[in-house]
């Protein structure tokens, strides 16, 4: 059996109450915001919502299905190249055939080339081209060049003309033989008027132009 508590034991004492602390509310501030609530705040704007059961079903499109089985590339290729690759791919080859024939037509002009000069050269006992005129080649003078000792009628032609050319063959004589004397006047003549086609003193082809374009022909 329990024994009974003895006397002055804390049993005896009166149970104690829980203790309630009260702390005023701040409905000040609530009140207010329920009142700005109720009275709507002017710097805000309304917006309706429109009831998401209200829309038009009309106006949405369905999209088409997608194909997850089919692989095929779009049309016209096979490769999956678009209308764009396959104009660069066309120009890229028009390019490289321009290209190609450009170097075809140089590579046929050098071989070309090559070939005229690799020509055969005549051989040496091939006849030679016979020369128009023997004696032109025979004196470097050209054809009738009269010189220092020879004699005739051209001489004295040559004298008879010279006579005619001031300060050139003054005094000479006419009696048809090239002297000395007339080499120098020949000489004289070429250094004043220039002629230099001829040897210094030898009447040749441009020394015989030279003094019949300025004499008049012998009667």
Do not use: C, K
Not at 38 to 50: F, I
Not at 98 to 108: D, E, I, R, S, Y
Request: proline share 11%; net charge negative; no cysteine.
């Amino acid at each position: 059996m329990p024994t009974p508590p003895a006397s002055g034991s804390p049993q005896d004492q009166p149970p104690l109450e829980p203790i309630v602390v009260l702390r005023p509310r701040r409905t000040d501030a609530l009140a207010e915001l329920f009142r700005e609530m109720e009275q709507g705040n002017p710097g805000l704007e309304t917006v309706a919502v429109p009831d998401p059961h209200s829309w038009d079903e009309g106006e949405t499109q369905e999209l088409p299905p997608v194909r997850t089985g089919d692989r095929t590339p779009p049309r016209g290729d096979r490769f999956g190249f678009g209308p764009g690759l396959r104009r660069a791919a066309v120009g890229v080859a028009v390019t490289a055939a321009a290209l190609v024939g450009f170097g075809g037509a140089l590579l046929l002009a050098g071989r070309n080339d090559d070939t005229g000069a690799r020509t055969p050269a005549p051989s040496a006992s091939a006849e030679p081209t016979p020369t128009a005129t023997a004696t032109s080649a025979d004196d470097p003078d050209g054809a009738g060049t009269l010189r220092e000792g020879d004699s005739g009628p051209a001489v004295t032609d040559l004298q008879e003309r010279l006579l005619r050319i001031p300060d050139v063959y003054h005094d000479g004589a006419t009696g048809g033989v090239y002297d000395a004397t007339l080499r120098a006047a020949v000489a004289r003549f070429q250094l004043w008027y220039g002629i230099r086609g001829d040897e210094t003193g030898v009447y040749g082809n441009d020394t015989r132009q030279a003094l019949e374009s300025r004499t008049a022909p012998t009667g």
